[in-house]
């Protein structure tokens, strides 16, 4: 796409493509959010959406709610009281950490096109065609992982696995100047970091959802935080550090470590709270549903 809008409309009206690239893929999705605004249910069982759900599809999407709920008792359903179970839970802000760290680590995707231009592979439509390929076996790795994770109930180790791709990625890139090392490098943090941000929103929003008020608190709290990465991480990349890029990979490499050791956390966290569901629900002939590790 970009290299299509490069190609065909730079020099348009003034504008350069990358102006061009911003116009409309911005337009496109400012229309796309008001469609989806007005078309996307606030809740399965919402009445509005009539035309979207049937009656039996909405009970199947409301019962699997509940169903994924884990067991923790919690009557009190104001949006208050959401609130302050979302900001007082050490649960929350981990999984804000591991969001930010990912987004941190994800830096390079603002850059991938200046990375690639500094292999010198030809005119900018070759570069712009060059950025593609890890971003589409990015996007087949995020859905299996996805898949797998979900197949196994087991996120940390799944997150973990994918960004240590991302560490190896990363080294290589700061290591060498090898070209075709570097392409192949791109490949492995790419495909890392999109696998594990693929797992890591279904295990924050499993995690975190005591009640409905508190779980639209909860992801409000961990995307906010969470999106501080994309803030900072561009100021990674300095044009005096072209081509290689070698602090910002060593930067990016610190945030995928970091990202790594906050799973372990929130595995140990999650780990002693199902301990303690199980003791609670011991001797009462019910079984609980337990946090996904």
Known sequence: LAAGIFAGLGGVAGLQGWRWLFILEGAATFLLGLVAFVMLPDFPSTKSQDWLFTAEEKEVAVTRMV???????????????????????????????LLLSNQSAYGFNYFYPAIVRGFNLGSRTITLVCTAPP????????????????????????????????????????????????????????????????????????????????????????NVTGQLGTIWSPYFFDSNDEPRYTRAMVLLLAFAV????????????????????????????????????
């Open 258 to 293: 970091l990202e790594i050791c906050v799973c372990f956390l929130l595995k140990f966290i999650l780990r002693r709270a199902n301990k303690k569901i199980i003791a609670e629900y011991e001797g009462t002939g019910r079984v609980p549903t337990l946090f996904t590790l």
């Open 67 to 97: 169903r994924d709920a884990v067991s923790e008792e919690e009557h009190d359903q104001s949006v208050l009281h959401g609130l302050k179970l979302a900001v007082t839970d050490i649960k929350v802000w981990a999984f804000a950490l």
């Open 135 to 222: 971003y589409l076996l990015g996007a087949f790795i995020s859905y299996f992982i996805a898949w797998h994770s979900d197949r196994k109930a087991e996120r940390g180790w799944h997150i973990s696995g994918a960004i240590l791709f991302a560490i190896v990625g990363f080294i290589i890139s700061a290591a060498t100047i090898n070209i075709p090392a570097r392409y192949v490098a791109s490949f492995l943090y790419i495909c890392g970091c999109f696998g594990a941000n693929a797992a890591l929103y279904s295990w924050a929003a499993s995690s975190v959802g005591q009640t409905p008020t508190k779980k639209a608190c909860a992801t409000a709290i961990i």
